[in-house]
C-alpha cells in the first residue's frame, strides 16, 4: 500500500542502533529522507550511508539529545536544509537496571533525562515547524515496561510517562494536523539487549511469557512505525500501540 510518505522528511534520534537503524531504515524504503541522529557519529553515519546505498536519501547528525542548545541547533539545521520535518520518530533511550534499594540517583536520573526529557526537548523544537505546515507525524517509542517490569522502576516511570506525554501532545495538536502516537514494543534482540550482562536470562523469560513463542524482530517495530506515520493515518492520535506477541509482564 502506498503511504502518502515519500519524500517527507524524517527526524528519528536514536537512529543508528537497534530499533532506532530498523526504523530508519525503513523510512528510508518508503522513500523519506530520513535524518539519522545519534549521539555517536559512526553508526548514525553507518545507517545513512547504508540507506543512501540502497538508492534511499538520508543524512547523518550527532548531538546528544539531552542538551536542549544542542538539540534547538540540531532542528533549526534540519529545517533550514531540508525546509521542513514531516515525521518525528522520538527513540533514543537505554535502560539503567537496579533494585529500588541500590539503585542510585544517577542510574535514576540518566534513564528519565534520556527516555521522558529528551524527547520533550526534540518535540518542542520540531512542533514548530509541523503547525506552521498544519502537518506532521510524531511517534514516541514507549515500552511494554510501562507496567512495570523487574528492576526497571526508573525505565518503566519514563516509558509509562512517554504514554501520558503522547496523549498530551495528541490533545493539544490534533487541530493543527498533527498526530502523536506511541508504540511500545516487548522484547526486541538488538545490539543493545544482547550487551546486557544478564541477556540470557531476559531473552528466555521473554520467550516464555510471549503467547506468540518468539521474540520480537526489527521488522515488527519499523511496520508499526510505517502504519502510525502514513498519510492515511491522520485520524489515529494518542494511541499506543504495544508490539510484544501478547506479552503484558
Aim: aromatic fraction near 6%.
Amino acid at each position: 500500500m502506498e503511504l502518502g510518505i515519500k519524500g517527507h522528511v524524517a527526524l528519528i534520534t536514536g537512529g543508528g542502533r537497534g530499533l532506532g537503524a530498523g526504523m530508519a531504515t525503513a523510512l528510508g524504503a518508503e522513500g523519506c529522507t530520513v535524518v539519522v541522529w545519534d549521539r555517536d557519529r559512526e553508526p548514525a553515519e553507518a545507517v545513512a550511508d547504508a540507506i543512501r546505498a540502497d538508492g534511499g536519501s538520508a543524512t547523518a547528525v550527532v548531538a546528544d539529545v539531552c542538551d536542549p542548545a544542542a538539540v534547538n541547533t540540531v532542528v533549526a539545521d534540519v529545517t533550514e536544509r531540508f525546509r521542513t520535518v514531516h515525521i518525528l520518530v522520538n527513540c533514543a533511550g537505554f535502560s539503567r537496571d537496579a533494585p529500588i534499594a541500590q539503585m542510585t540517583d544517577q542510574q535514576w536520573q540518566e534513564v528519565i533525562d534520556v527516555c521522558l526529557t529528551a524527547p520533550f526537548y526534540v518535540t518542542r523544537a520540531v512542533v514548530p515547524t509541523m503547525m506552521k505546515q498544519g502537518y506532521g507525524r510524531i511517534v514516541n517509542i514507549s515500552s511494554r515496561a510501562r507496567t512495570g517490569d523487574r528492576n526497571k522502576v526508573n525505565y518503566a516511570a519514563a516509558k509509562a510517562g512517554i504514554v501520558g506525554f503522547t496523549e498530551a501532545l495528541a490533545l493539544e495538536l490534533g487541530k493543527d494536523g498533527i498526530t502523536a502516537n506511541a508504540i511500545a514494543p516487548g522484547y526486541v534482540e538488538t545490539e543493545r539487549a544482547r550487551s546486557i550482562t544478564y541477556a540470557a536470562e531476559l531473552k528466555a523469560r521473554a520467550l516464555e511469557l510471549t503467547p506468540t513463542a518468539r521474540l520480537g524482530e526489527l521488522a515488527d517495530i519499523s511496520d508499526a512505525l510505517c502504519y502510525l506515520v502514513a498519510r492515511q493515518s491522520g485520524y489515529i492520535t494518542g494511541e499506543v500501540l504495544t508490539v510484544a506477541g501478547g506479552r503484558w509482564r
